[in-house]
């Protein structure tokens, strides 16, 4: 059945009249657009919904119950890597943009209120307005990415805050019959706890609007951080995979005894170059991926390590000097340079770049350059620097980025490993190993998430436009993610197009396809997204041809 058949028409008329013509879109040029991720996929868009409030959102829901028509709820859209706006079946896409409010916000308890519209761009500038003293957390995702969608992803970010879903409570979320609940103590009227403590009395429902169909959030509460009274970053450089494990291990202990509180990134010389723009100019259009023995030369040439680190120390001006203390004392021996830089060094690095360049040739602006963006994002400053590496193959980057519209090929495939040296060393291996073998440089980082657990991103990039490539991707990706999972590294987020092909348990599978039918008898919302693999749903299933 169609969605045409099930009544896409019937419900066009019935969105325009409950939201108004002009925030329902359906020209081929928009829903082409929204269909294009950054690797390929074959869902179509049908059309872009655009509700301004809680009610409309509601109308939406209750429209799509009646014409059966499935609706994917999106927050900014800027899921890249993982399929940007594209739903996991054909449908309509509820754009939340317009619901961009700030709708609380506590100097004092140390929280804001948002809808999903809210940007990470917008609630920086809303503090720094505000001369408040709080940090947010931010992803090294674009300013506009919305913090509603990041967090719904189980995104995370650099500082303290930055396990998004544990920094997050209170949530507003339409069900997919349009019926509306708040969970945790929000739901109780006239509670002055609903933006403060996440679990409620009672079982905790937050854990279920996180990558699934079960809900629209249409409101959230966000934890954020008193400005410390000291900062320090660092920055470390080590080689090779023996190097790299021995880090991890020395690091572990500080994360789990509380001197690191934020997550430490380890991104690889691949990742680090990537950050820079496109591949060098020796390294010409067409050529193969760039082999370990000319990344080896080229990681030389600017100073790099093949793996490179950074972390945040945060606290009171004692507890930085020893959180410093300890971390120099855990890497001795274990890196090549550790760096240790607050607000007064980068002032001064800054002040000096120029005569320090004349006098010792080394061109401190550029590292300057390199390093704020990431610098700031310790502190909780948004940055659009990191989206350069989307246009690693692509040789230049455009004033006005859009990967999605620029054909830049970005397939991620993050799994989650224990944080232990030995197991960090053999995920970065195979990783290695299976990209170079497809034909593409491997870019990896590894975010020391939890005190117990890291994560591992590995970006498959390449150029669109490359006959046959998005082809090879795909196959790169599934062959590295069943391989990682039968090694015990199952994924923390998929992209959309394998979000059906993870194998539950039965009984897992069974609660989860319970709980669906539970809370979307009629099927509507986001179908396909993070479902069991083999089901017996096809039988309802809207949208097959
Ligand atoms: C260079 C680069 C750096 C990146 N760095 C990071 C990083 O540091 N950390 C990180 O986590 N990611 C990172 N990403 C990945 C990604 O871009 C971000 O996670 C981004 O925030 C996700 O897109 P979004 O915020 O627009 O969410 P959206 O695309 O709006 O939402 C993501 C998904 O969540 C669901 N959803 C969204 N809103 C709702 C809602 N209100 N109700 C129900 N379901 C909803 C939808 O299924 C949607 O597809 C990076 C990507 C790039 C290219």
């Known amino acids: ?225 008193p400005a410390p009274e000291a900062f320090s970053a660092f920055f470390f450089m080590c080689h090779g995979e023996d190097d790299l494990a021995r880090v991890a291990d020395a690091l572990r202990p500080l994360r789990l005894n509380g001197t690191l509180r934020s997550v430490v990134h380890i991104g690889n010389d691949y990742k680090v170059l990537a950050a820079g723009g496109g591949t060098p100019a020796w390294h010409r259009a067409g050529q193969g991926p760039i082999g370990a023995d000319a990344m080896a030369a080229w990681r030389r040439s600017v100073g790099i390590g093949s793996w490179n680190g950074s972390g945040g120390l945060y606290g009171t001006k004692a507890q930085v000097r020893e959180a410093r203390r300890q971390v120099r004392r855990a890497l001795a021996g274990k890196v090549d340079r550790l760096h240790f830089i607050d607000d007064r060094r980068l002032r001064l690095m800054e002040r000096f770049a120029a005569p320090f360049k004349l006098v010792t040739g080394w061109d401190l602006g550029a590292t300057l350059d390199v390093l704020k963006p990431l610098y700031g994002l310790l502190k909780g400053i948004p940055t659009d620097s990191a989206l350069k590496s989307a246009y690693w193959r692509k040789h230049t980057v455009p004033r006005q980025t859009n990967p999605d519209r620029d054909g830049c090929g970005l397939l991620w495939c993050s799994p989650v490993v224990p944080a232990v040296g030995s197991r960090l060393a053999e995920v970065t291996r195979l990783a290695s190993d299976t990209l170079l073998d497809f034909g593409f440089e491997p870019q990896m980082s590894i975010s020391l998430t939890t005190e117990r657990s890291a994560t591992c991103v590995i970006s498959i990039g390449y150029d669109r436009a490359t006959p046959g490539a998005d082809q090879r991707a795909h196959e790169c990706y599934a062959r590295l993610s069943r391989a990682l999972l039968e090694r015990g590294y199952p994924p923390y987020r998929l992209a959309v197009t394998a979000m059906s092909a993870l194998e539950e348990a039965p009984a897992y599978a069974d609660l989860l396809r319970a709980l669906k039918q539970a809370v979307d008898p009629a099927y509507v919302l986001a179908p396909g997204r993070y479902e069991p693999a083999v089901d017996d749903r096809s039988a309802r299933s809207l949208d097959v041809a």
Do not use: K
Not at 66 to 79: A, D, F, T
């Open 1 to 225: 059945v169609t969605i045409e058949r099930l009544g896409l028409s019937d419900a066009l008329r019935a969105w325009s009249a409950a939201i108004g013509g002009e925030h329902v879109s359906a020209d081929d040029g928009t829903l082409l657009a929204a269909s294009t991720a950054t690797f390929a996929t074959s869902q179509h868009v049908r059309a872009i919904l655009r509700p301004g409030s809680l009610a409309e959102v509601q109308e939406c829901v209750r429209i799509a119950n009646r014409c059966r028509v499935p609706l994917y709820p999106i927050s900014s859209g800027r899921n890249w890597g993982y399929g940007s706006r594209v739903p996991p079946q054909d449908g309509v896409l509820l754009d939340l943009a317009r619901l961009n409010r700030i709708l609380e916000y506590s100097e004092e308890l140390a929280y804001v209120t948002i809808e999903p519209g809210v940007t990470q761009r917008q609630l920086h500038e809303y503090l720094r307005q505000r001369g408040s003293r709080l940090w947010m957390d931010a992803t090294g995702a674009s300013p506009e990415c919305s913090i509603v969608g990041n967090t719904l992803e189980r995104g995370f970010g650099h500082t303290p805050m930055g396990d998004h879903c544990g920094a997050a409570c209170g949530l507003q979320v339409v069900l997919p019959t349009g019926e509306c609940i708040e969970t945790g103590f929000s739901r109780f009227e006239g509670s002055t706890v609903g933006p403060l403590s996440r679990s409620g009395v009672g079982p905790s429902l937050d854990g279920l609007f996180a990558q699934s169909n079960f809900g629209i959030v249409t409101r959230m509460s966000v934890w954020l951080m």
